[in-house]
């Protein structure tokens, strides 16, 4: 957790040894655990009781308008971007999606 505030990132994939990712850690999946924590003055949520495990994934193929098409349905704001073996090589964020659309946009303009 300390990675998301130290990094100012809203979320994070967790991965294994072996570079796959296992789950997925978001500042609000953060905040209800340190939540529940606190009010049960309980110690610290371990990321492995926080993280989700229901990914929602991009490969780097992918086109950019579909990613957008699914970003604009979807809650995350970070996608994990996952090669064919269905390791970690990046992330991708609502941010840089806009950010290619609306270069798109201007170019076609």
Do not use: W
Not at 2 to 31: M, Y
Not at 49 to 69: C, K, W
């Amino acid at each position: 957790m300390g990675a998301l505030v130290g990094h100012h990132l809203t979320g994070l994939p967790v991965i294994d040894a072996g570079g796959h990712v296992v789950g997925f850690v978001s500042e609000q999946d953060c905040l209800k655990a340190l939540l529940v924590s606190n009010y049960h003055a309980e110690g610290a949520p371990k990321v492995e009781d926080v993280m989700r495990r229901d990914l929602l994934t991009v490969q780097p193929g992918d086109a950019v308008v579909d990613i957008a098409e699914h970003m604009s349905h979807q809650k995350p704001k970070v996608y994990p971007v996952l090669d064919d073996s269905g390791r970690l090589v990046g992330t991708l964020s609502r941010t840089q999606v806009l950010r290619a659309m609306t270069k798109n946009h201007e170019l076609a303009d």
